[in-house]
């Protein structure tokens, strides 16, 4: 008699027990790598938005202190002295703690010229501190422009701005000192995410306790310092800190001198929540073999033919393939495991079938902004007596707001609209409106009359659904005559040549008013004439600049806005002079809020003809 070998029912328990054992543990493998790769990319993605924001936070900053100096500039550069408006502009300012001027000597040594400061004398010794380093912030200022600088470890920062008069040859540097404790505290304060503001040779301005004054290269060495010429503006990547401890970077240059913000993350840390998932992982497991054992005792057929569906399926998981399911009919633990695994398999699926849709749609919609952004012209731009500067920000990944100008013969025309909404629908509309302006622009009519075919237009594309304000007008090269029609939009406001510029002194041209584009298709469209004199200036703009909110989602309104407007416009300024103001002014009530509307501006301005 053949000598019998192991019980059928122990291979049975051995099959039922290494098989789940063997292809579980596989999937666990597959998906604690998915989990981890996919829980770095979500730290990068975090800090890189933290670093990101932190990096707008500084520029904004470090703006508003040069927008608050930049007339002190101006009043030196014309007079060569400071007058009493710098002096009560500086005094006014509770951030700034002195401003110095250096001009360079015969020998191109820079020497003090001029200063300003709120403790008389400290500003002395801070020079006399500084001397053996002053030679070397000069050539840097010398190479870069804009420097800067924080020599003493606290949150004083030192802004060197350089300034060169192309007609007098004449060159000068700005010393500003100024006082930013908010942002030196907030990179200081201990956190998971530890964040420094560095130089670009590393150098920490701002950091955790103890790591100002140091670089960056001592605690760890990102690639983007090694490679700083690429000038990359934001990434993040994996590196390892000069104590052994692995770490995920993320940086994001700020857009001032050579500042860039960069985050650093503990990867231990950042994957603890993997290392939850192993243990709770390995106690299922432990639960669910000790439960095949008992079973396997019971069963032979019926669970073998269903733990070989199971590892079937498995099997086709770990190559990838999430959509297959599992039919067992038995009502035991197994039959709870295929149910289980089907529910598991169904949601990896939709997952992934969710992330590749978020990832197309994105990808889309970055396709269409970079589209619509060939739809505006040049921000600055001088045509016959007419100088031109715009701005535009989007609210949304594609806006609805449009502004264009081009000359036609003897005149210049000045297009601006406002699409229903934003986003995709609207930006449909506006790219729908540059295609009609690009043939009717051929055809050398008046506004009124290119308003009427641009209606056309945009009703047979939107069918009524969308619609549009406009204002279009033509600036007549020989007799400075402008002539314009509205369809509903914000009436831009004229601004004649005065010494002592009031709010009453913005002129409205609201003389005419006509329907939205695509409201009616047949709509007429009446026009009207305003004389541009040498000097006058012409504000065009779109209704989400009043509408800006910021952090606690208070309107900027129009009374602020009609300030800044005023304010921008004195002293017989540039047209791209007057938008860089304008800009910083409705910057520092927004504070880094998300726009609610799309945010079209642009102003021209009639000068001598050259």
């Not at 200063?115 to 002395?124: C, D, I, R, S």
Request: proline fraction near 3%; charge should be negative; glycine fraction near 6%.
């Amino acid at each position: 008699m053949k000598k019998r070998g192991i019980s059928i029912r122990y291979k049975i328990l051995a099959l039922l027990t290494l098989l789940p054992l063997i292809t579980l543990s596989i999937y666990l493998v597959l998906a604690l790598r998915i989990f981890e790769d996919d829980k770095i990319a979500y730290v990068f993605d975090s800090s890189s938005n933290m670093s990101g924001t932190m990096a707008a936070q500084i520029k904004t900053q470090l703006n508003a202190v040069l927008g608050t100096t930049r007339p002190i500039f101006q009043d030196y550069l014309t007079t060569q002295k400071f007058s009493g408006v710098s002096d009560s502009i500086f005094m006014n300012e509770p951030d700034l703690e002195a401003l110095v001027v250096f001009t360079p000597d015969a020998q191109g040594v820079y020497q003090k010229n001029a200063l300003l400061e709120k403790v008389p004398g400290k500003t002395a010794g801070i020079i006399t501190s500084l001397r053996n380093n002053l030679p070397t912030y000069f050539t840097e200022v010398d190479r870069l422009r804009r420097v800067v600088k924080v020599p003493y470890n606290d949150d004083r920062v030192f802004i060197f701005e350089k300034v060169s008069d192309e007609a007098t040859k004449r060159t000068t540097v700005f010393m500003v000192i100024a006082r930013m404790s908010e942002a030196a505290e907030m990179f200081r304060t201990s956190m998971s995410q530890k964040m420094y503001l560095v130089s670009e040779e590393g150098l920490i301005l701002f950091g955790p306790e103890g790591t100002v004054g140091s670089r960056l290269q001592q605690i760890v060495n990102p690639a983007f310092l090694r490679n700083g010429a690429q000038q990359v503006a934001q990434g993040a990547e994996a590196a390892r800190s000069t104590s052994g401890v692995d770490l995920l970077v993320s940086y994001s240059r700020a857009g001032f001198g050579d500042l860039s913000v960069v985050t650093t993350v503990e990867k231990e840390k950042a994957l603890g929540a993997v290392q939850v998932l192993i243990r709770k992982s390995l106690i299922f497991f432990g639960i669910l073999i000790s439960v095949t054992v008992i079973l396997s005792l019971f069963a032979s057929s019926g669970i073998t033919q269903a733990l070989t569906s199971l590892f079937d399926a498995t099997k086709k998981v770990s190559e990838g393939d999430f959509n297959i399911r599992v039919d067992v009919k038995s009502n035991d633990e197994v039959g709870s495991l295929a149910d289980n695994f089907n529910i598991m398999a169904a949601e990896v699926s939709r997952l992934l079938e969710q992330t590749a849709e978020k990832a197309r749609m994105e990808s889309e919609l970055q396709t269409a902004k970079t589209v619509q952004e060939t739809l505006f012209p040049e921000t600055r731009a001088k045509i016959g007596p007419l100088a031109i500067a715009g701005y535009y920000e989007p609210a949304s990944e594609c806006g609805g707001d449009w502004w264009h100008y081009c000359k036609v013969e003897n005149k210049i025309f000045l297009w601006i609209g406002d699409a229903t909404g934003h986003g995709a629908p609207a930006a449909l509309i506006t790219s729908a409106a540059k295609s009609a302006s690009t043939i009717i622009e051929k055809l050398n009519i008046s506004p009124s009359k290119a308003l009427e075919l641009l209606n056309t237009s945009i009703y047979d594309v939107s069918k009524g659904r969308i619609m549009m304000t406009f204002f279009l007008a033509s600036f007549d090269l020989d007799t400075g005559e402008l002539v314009y029609c509205n369809a509903s939009h914000e009436a831009p406001f004229l601004i004649k040549k005065t010494d002592n510029l009031k709010k009453k002194d913005l002129i409205p041209l609201n003389e005419v008013n006509n329907p939205r584009l695509g409201q009616a298709r047949d709509s007429v469209y009446k026009q009207t004439s305003v004389q541009l004199e040498e000097g006058d200036a012409v504000f065009f703009y779109t209704d989400g600049i009043p509408d800006i909110q910021n952090q606690n989602q208070e309107a900027w309104g129009e009374r602020e806005f009609l300030k800044a407007l005023v304010a921008t416009h004195k002293g017989f300024q540039t047209p791209g002079e007057v938008v860089d103001q304008f800009v910083t002014t409705f910057q520092g009530h927004r504070q880094g809020a998300p726009l609610v509307d799309d945010v079209t501006f642009f102003v021209v301005k009639r000068e001598s003809q050259i």
